[in-house]
């Protein structure tokens, strides 16, 4: 399993936009509709909102990917 570690700059980021930062999507565009295929999990439960807040220690993943908001 890929491992990636995100530092948080602000209060929370968008599950969408998270998965652009860290390079997984193209656009927040594309992020939705990865989000809306249901194969995102946020701490282990599916995660269905395209805009769900992600806050510091919360651990996203997407595939093999792991994604740990620091």
């Given amino acids: 399993m890929q491992k990636i570690v995100f530092d948080l700059t602000s209060e ?4 969408n936009q998270l998965l652009k930062l860290v ?3 193209d656009s927040g565009g594309a992020g939705k509709n990865v989000v809306a295929s249901g194969v995102v ?3 282990g439960k599916q995660e269905l909102r395209k805009t769900a807040k ?7 993943t ?3 990917v792991q994604i740990r908001v620091q």
């Fill in 41 to 43: 999990s946020v701490d």
């Fill in 12 to 15: 929370f980021v968008e599950v």
């Fill in 23 to 25: 390079g997984l999507v």
């Fill in 54 to 60: 992600i806050r510091s220690g919360q651990t996203v």
């Fill in 62 to 64: 997407l595939g093999d």
